[in-house]
């Protein structure tokens, strides 16, 4: 089968982007494009690209975004991993998020350390009981025998913690990337969007910002 995909073009031409009109602080611009894509009923604004390296390989896979604060972004995973495992050993990563309705997207660079015990758990504490349990279930991106592994583990764990409060697994709570660099995009007519980049300052403190090319 061909796929004749050089003929799939789409125009874009919703939005324009300056750099008068951002916010100096590029989480609080985060914040508020966030909250617009939150707005435009974009089915789990929230979704975004992780990719993270090891050994020269770099790896690519959909989280969701959790928590914000004023370090950085925080996802939850299981530490053993394949993510989990490659980001302890290189933190450095990248995230984007792409909200196609609205012409949108915002890269992320940065280094990724593990949050406190008490927001994990914090977390923890909020999930459904069938997530809860799912978490102690599954040994994350180790190879399985079959489905039923699974579905024979869940139903022996379910009886476990009938009437019990479910733990939050050691090996499991979250990660934050602690951004260097952000980029953001809007689509404009005639594939020359508009790029607005916050570079962090030396001082750790501050941030540049300028404009790149489309």
Same mark, same amino acid.
């Given at each position: 089968m061909k796929l004749n995909l050089a003929e799939v073009r789409k125009e874009y031409k919703q939005s324009r982007l #300056? &750099?008068?009109e951002v916010l100096p602080n590029p989480i609080d611009q985060f914040s508020k494009w966030y909250k617009e894509a939150q707005s435009a009923n974009i089915l789990e604004p929230n979704a975004m690209s992780l990719a993270t390296v090891a050994d020269n390989?770099? #790896?690519l896979r959909i989280v969701l975004l959790k928590h914000l604060d004023d370090r950085g972004f925080i996802f939850f995973s299981n530490y053993d991993s394949k993510k989990g495992k490659e980001i302890l050993k290189n933190s450095l990563a990248a995230i984007t998020f792409f909200w196609a309705d609205l012409e949108r997207q915002v890269r992320i660079e940065g280094n990724i350390e593990t949050v406190s015990s008490e927001l994990s758990d914090n977390y923890f504490s909020q999930r459904g009981k069938g997530s809860k349990i799912g978490a102690w279930t599954s040994p994350q991106s180790q190879e399985i025998p079959n489905r039923d592994f699974l579905t024979q583990k869940? &139903?022996?764990?379910?009886q476990e913690f009938e009437g019990k409060e479910v733990p939050r697994p050691g090996n499991w709570g979250g990660f934050r990337l602690v951004p260097d660099y952000l980029e953001f995009w809007q689509g404009r007519p005639n594939r020359l969007h508009d790029r607005i980049c916050y &570079?962090?300052?030396?001082?750790?403190e501050s941030w540049r910002l300028f404009r790149l090319a489309p």
């Open positions: #300056s &750099e008068a390989r770099p #790896s869940a &139903e022996k764990l379910t &570079e962090r300052s030396s001082d750790k």
